[in-house]
């Protein structure tokens, strides 16, 4: 038998071997031992789940979001996507909205060409993205949170967009990324964006991540302060009441608008787990396959509930979709 607290957590190269116990008795025994490998394991598990929804909710912001880009057609290429189309850098949300073209992605196998789409050219977005999921939910076990800057190499797929007058030199590219060290002591790179370069994973160990995605660091310096924006811990009535009031106040200008969207995504946590009876610390220790089918709920009621209520010009294609076949109230403990 194994530990069932650790035994999910993602295998790097350099981990012991999976302790296994011949009965119970032997695993009390063993406990003094184990215990501390057990939470730093459990610890880089939390980390991986937190980054995968985060993720998935990133590429959902953006969709709603999109305005920059107006893309007519795509380019695949062995080693690279090519984006044709025009760029509006002063471009605003919500004056200067754009639908995100999912026809040009229509099948699954489409799905990481419309994931590096999403995240072109979004690397200091997703990092600040990511430091309010370290500040709302990994503060315990998150010890130090840097912003690295970095020079690319061994792109699997490159995103480019060709622009007027703009010159691209070779493949590698300029790029920020998260470095968080875990209170273990372990270090690893969370890249949320990393879908233009043909890396889909948001996490890597940092080992991996340095000796093969990054040519040369250019620099280093302290993560974003984050605008503490998750506070999902508490899901009672008075707070959901609370975040009801403050998502309908006007924001400040200087705010960038994905933090806005990520405003209203607590409220849909907060009330995600109330009516799901799991928290999110209970939902990052299931099982692989429990996990999976819950975080994956957790994130359609996320994306539905911006369809749900109110028919906005700005959408999903996917939430769209989720509206259109659940009307009325979303059903939990699926």
Not at 159 to 166: A, F, K, Q, S
Not at 308 to 325: C, D, F, M, N, P
């Amino acid at each position: 038998m194994e530990c069932s607290r650790c035994k999910l957590s993602p295998i790097l190269e350099g981990d012991a071997p999976i302790v296994h116990y011949c009965n119970r008795d032997c695993q009390r025994a063993d406990w003094s031992q184990h215990k501390t490998l057990c939470r730093n394991l459990q610890d880089r598990t939390t980390l991986y789940r937190v980054a995968t929804v985060a993720q998935k909710l990133y590429y959902i912001c953006r969709e709603l979001t999109w305005a920059q880009y107006d893309i007519q057609s795509v380019e695949r290429a062995e080693n690279k996507l090519i984006l044709h189309g025009r760029v509006s850098e002063d471009a605003t949300w919500p004056a200067d909205y754009k639908v995100f073209p999912s026809h040009l992605f229509p099948a699954e196998a489409d799905r990481r060409d419309r994931e590096a789409t999403l995240s072109y050219r979004t690397c200091r977005d997703s990092a600040s993205w990511m430091v309010e999921f370290v500040e709302g939910m990994l503060k315990e076990i998150i010890v130090q949170a840097s912003d690295i800057e970095v020079r690319t190499k061994n792109n699997k797929r490159l995103t480019r967009m060709p622009l007027p007058g703009v010159w691209y030199m070779g493949d590698e590219v300029r790029h920020n990324v998260l470095k968080l060290q875990l209170r273990s002591g372990e270090l690893f790179a969370v890249d949320l964006s990393g879908a233009q370069f043909g890396h889909h994973d948001p996490v890597t160990s940092w080992n991996e991540y340095e000796k093969t995605r990054v040519r040369e660091v250019l620099d280093v310096d302290a993560a974003p302060s984050p605008d503490k924006i998750l506070q999902v811990d508490d899901y009672s009535f008075q707070k959901m009441a609370f975040f009801v009031r403050k998502v309908t106040q006007p924001h400040e200008a200087r705010r960038r608008i994905h933090l806005d969207v990520l405003e209203a995504m607590n409220l849909h946590f907060l009330e995600w787990q109330a009516d799901e009876h799991l928290s999110l610390k209970s939902l990052w220790s299931l099982g692989e396959k429990d996990f999976q089918k819950k975080h994956l709920d957790l994130v359609d009621y996320i994306e539905w509930k911006f369809h749900s209520v109110i028919q906005h010009r700005w959408y999903t294609e996917h939430g769209r979709q989720l509206a259109q076949k659940i009307k009325g109230r979303w059903v939990f403990g699926k």
